[in-house]
């Protein structure tokens, strides 16, 4: 993920001019599709794959269908979010084809894709939403931004918890945690004849989730999601809009500011949870 300005362009790309700001992120869109950039270390033979998109440099050179502008009226430091968090947190709500209103809605993990469904749904309105993770500070922060119920999975039964409150189960679960056991966790407390589990997590690849193969013959679904099945400019227009309303406080999600120098710092704090989205200025 990131924003950054447009220096120069390629043969063949039409969609970017020079001094255009842009975001910067994984999901696929229109226009020159490149393979990554080989660049030889300094004094030896190591060759080093950037990858068609690259963001921890002052300078980048990025396939063209890996850009989109930034949206008028969403700043550089929220822009960012529309690189991946916001498009597969948001677009998994968003793009769901079957949401209606007083749906009971659950997001299990509280990353920044986690922190992107719960916002979305609840901007949406006409939801009730329950938000799990098992960190109490950020539960404390989707309790604030609107969430009905909050549960530390750690600390209290999930299944009791959400069945003490809606005894029919969650109507459909947007899982963000990481892990094959939080997808089993979402797929739990789902409603037995209609729930629907969306995940969008990577587990540990080569893991196994583990489920009743009756709960799926009642009516259970379980659907994965690849970046929420987000089309990354229309999405943007549609976050853009709903945070110029004020219906989006993105800002929030930006929790700590760090320096070029302090990128490792950056990292250390995001696997420890002490950051939602860390954002690294390479300006200074």
């Not at 709960?215 to 229309?234: A, C, D, Q, R, V």
């Not at 549609?238 to 929790?255: A, S, W």
């Amino acid at each position: 993920e990131g924003v950054g300005t447009v220096v120069q362009t390629g043969p063949g790309v039409s969609r970017f001019d020079k001094g255009d700001k842009v975001v910067l992120g994984w999901l696929k869109n229109h226009g020159c599709d490149v393979q990554g950039s080989l660049f030889k270390k300094k004094d030896s033979n190591l060759l080093v794959n950037s990858g068609p998109v690259t963001t921890l440099s002052t300078k980048t050179i990025v396939s063209e269908n890996r850009l989109i502008l930034l949206p008028r009226g969403i700043p550089d430091e929220v822009g960012v979010l529309l690189g991946c968090a916001l498009p597969t947190g948001a677009g998994m709500v968003l793009n769901y084809p079957e949401l209606r209103e007083n749906m009971i809605l659950a997001v299990v993990g509280l990353g920044g894709i986690g922190m992107s469904a719960l916002l979305t749904a609840i901007a949406l309105s006409g939801f009730r939403v329950i938000a799990i993770d098992v960190d109490d500070e950020r539960l404390r922060l989707a309790k604030e931004f609107g969430a009905d119920q909050i549960i530390n999975s750690q600390k209290q039964n999930v299944f009791q918890e959400v069945m003490r409150q809606y005894s029919s189960g969650v109507d459909v679960c947007f899982e963000a945690g990481g892990y094959c056991e939080t997808i089993e966790l979402g797929f739990s407390i789902l409603n037995d004849t209609k729930g629907h589990l969306v995940f969008a997590s990577h587990p540990e690849s080569g893991g196994k989730i583990s489920l009743d193969p009756h709960e799926l013959i009642k009516g259970k679904k379980l659907s994965g999601s690849w970046g929420g099945g987000s089309n990354p400019e229309k999405i943007a227009q549609k976050l853009r809009d709903l945070f110029v309303l004020g219906k989006l406080p993105l800002e929030r999600l930006i929790e700590k500011k760090y320096k070029f120098g302090q990128i490792n710092d950056a990292f250390n704090d995001m696997r420890r949870g002490i950051s939602i989205r860390p954002l690294i200025d390479l300006r200074s």
